[in-house]
């Protein structure tokens, strides 16, 4: 299937903790996005990665960080997590020719 | 800066009715429109879009204009089924090209009931 994938999609951990979140995405978009959705289903733009570059970076926390291994893959490392990390994290792609974004399916990140 | 401002939810509707969803926008440009849809526990998915005054997205017998006069981008849809029970979310972007973020209203939680 074509389409964007996240691994893992549930991730459970404790705070302090260093994780990481996948993605990875077979459409041979040039482009990719993380969001943040927090409780209330507010969704707000964190990175994105234009051909492994960095492009847009919001204020997060210095605590996240961003890494793009090549134009098909974007994954997000999380240090020393804390309660607030709570959300579902969603990656995105899109095409050099549009602006019209696919979504993963989501990490469902609980800090406890 | 740019803003996205839906109707608060959660609404509910039985099968058959009619339905809109609010949408209206700030933006310091011309930016598209869309529309995504968030079925329980999955991903966003795009449901329409538009991109310049007047046009008209459509999806699914989902329907939404680009009113730039009124800086609206309302969703509605004639007969709602069960099956469109999700959350609806409104969304600009200012490029036209990838690399363009987007910005979301808060998402509007729709319930059909049979």
């Known amino acids: 299937d074509t389409a964007v994938s996240q691994t893992p999609k549930y991730l459970v951990t404790q705070m302090g903790n260093d994780k990481s979140i996948k993605c990875e995405q077979n459409?041979?978009?040039?482009?990719m996005y993380w969001y943040k959705q927090d409780s209330k289903k507010f969704l707000k733009i964190m990175f994105s990665y234009n051909n492994k570059e960095l492009i847009i970076n919001e204020t997060v926390p210095n605590r996240f960080s961003p890494k793009s291994p090549d134009k098909a893959h974007l994954n997000l490392h999380i240090n020393s997590l804390e309660l607030g990390d709570s959300a579902v994290y969603f990656c995105?792609?899109?095409?050099?020719?549009?602006?019209?974004?696919?979504f993963g399916p989501g990490t469902r990140l609980t800090v406890l | 800066g740019n803003s996205v401002t839906q109707m608060e939810g959660p609404v509910t509707l039985s099968e058959e009715a009619f339905l809109t969803i609010n949408c209206t926008y700030t933006a310091t440009g011309y930016p598209s429109l869309f529309w995504y849809v968030q079925y329980p526990g999955e991903g966003l998915q795009l449901l329409l879009k538009a991109t310049k005054a007047d046009d008209k997205g459509s999806n699914k017998g989902f329907e939404a204009t680009y009113r730039k006069e009124t800086t609206s981008f309302h969703l509605e849809k004639g007969s709602v089924q069960v099956s469109d029970s999700a959350v609806y979310f409104c969304?600009?972007?200012?490029?036209?090209?990838?690399?363009?973020?987007?910005?979301f209203g808060e998402g509007t939680q729709l319930t059909v009931n049979p």
């Open positions: 459409l041979g978009h040039d482009t």
């Open positions: 995105a792609s899109s095409p050099s020719y549009s602006n019209t974004q696919y």
């Open positions: 969304a600009l972007s200012l490029g036209e090209t990838s690399g363009s973020r987007l910005t």
